[in-house]
């Protein structure tokens, strides 16, 4: 089967590296809405930071560096090296490209998702896997005409 | 002429680099190599087998040697006075691994960063897996 991560509070991403780190506040109208480290941000219908999934559309832009709420300001950064979990039914393959789930997990390539990353380094048991993501570079696109 | 690297033994330096990962090769590479993954492994990108660039191997090491390697990084390279680059052009992946002005069907990797006074040595960006990320959310 492809390559889904397993996003949950209790399979918790290990941020392990980042460049371009700044502090961004999520959005506080969705105080419920919960934002794990190493998801993907992007910008909401209300200007404001929030998890990147499709149902509201957002592109993805940062990498979160740490879990939180509606409401919190939490570290972002632009490229991030994360772990994630697998099962070994759905584990990762070394050099596979990933993108982002409709739901904000990392996965393989699929129609309409964004590109985020690369897959570049499975772990022995193949229960995790590291990601190098950099999700904001699919959308600078356009060159000086 | 346009720009193509001499890629020798010595003749790269990592100046730096970013989110450091530890790959285990399956051929020997390099300093300043781009390398790809086939058959689950890490070798050098080159045509003839098809690997995508993603990484940049840190220094010269045999095939089976376990090294860091940097998606982002600030590569200097040797040229010829004939073969220099230019400040700002765009860098590509020779067929061979070499650094070279950009091509038809070759990957872009980076750019020029800066050019010894020389004309001997250059200074580029290399961020190898950019232009493969190349779709939005629709």
Redesign the interface.
């Known amino acids: 089967m492809a390559f889904v991560e397993t996003r949950s509070a209790a399979a918790a991403r290990t941020v392990l590296?980042?460049?371009g780190v700044c502090r961004v506040a999520l959005c506080a109208t969705s105080t419920t809405n919960v934002v794990y480290a190493g998801d993907s941000l992007g910008i909401d219908t209300n200007s404001e930071w929030d998890l990147?999934a499709?149902a509201s559309?957002?592109?993805?832009l940062l990498v979160a560096l740490e879990s939180g709420v509606g409401g919190d300001t939490i570290s972002a950064a632009l490229?991030?090296?994360i772990e994630v979990t697998t099962t070994s039914t759905n584990v990762a393959?070394?050099?596979e490209?990933v993108?982002?789930k409709d739901t904000g997990e990392y996965q393989a390539?699929g129609a309409?998702?964004?590109?985020?990353?690369?897959v570049?380094?499975v772990g022995s048991d193949s229960l995790s896997a590291?990601l190098?993501i950099?999700p904001s570079?699919?959308?600078l696109?356009t060159a000086r005409a | 002429m346009p720009f193509a690297e001499t890629r020798a033994t010595g003749s790269r330096r990592i100046i730096n680099g970013v989110l450091p990962v530890i790959v285990t090769l399956s051929e020997a590479v390099q300093c300043g190599d781009v390398l790809g993954v086939t058959g689950g492994t890490w070798v050098r990108s080159a045509h003839t087998t098809g690997e995508q660039p993603l990484l940049v191997a840190s220094v010269d090491a045999p095939s089976g040697d376990i090294i860091k390697a940097f998606p982002l990084c600030i590569v200097e390279v040797t040229t010829t006075a004939a073969n220099k680059s230019t400040v700002g052009e765009i860098v590509a992946l020779s067929d061979t691994g070499n650094y070279q002005a950009a091509g038809t069907g070759l990957p872009d990797i980076g750019f020029t960063a800066s050019i010894g006074g020389d004309n001997l040595t250059a200074v580029m960006v290399i961020f190898p897996m950019a232009t493969q990320m190349d779709t939005a959310r629709t």
């Open positions: 590296d980042a460049v990147s499709h559309g957002e592109q993805p490229m991030a090296l393959t070394l050099g490209e993108a982002l390539t309409g998702l964004p590109d985020v990353g690369f570049v380094s590291i190098c950099c570079f699919p959308q696109t």
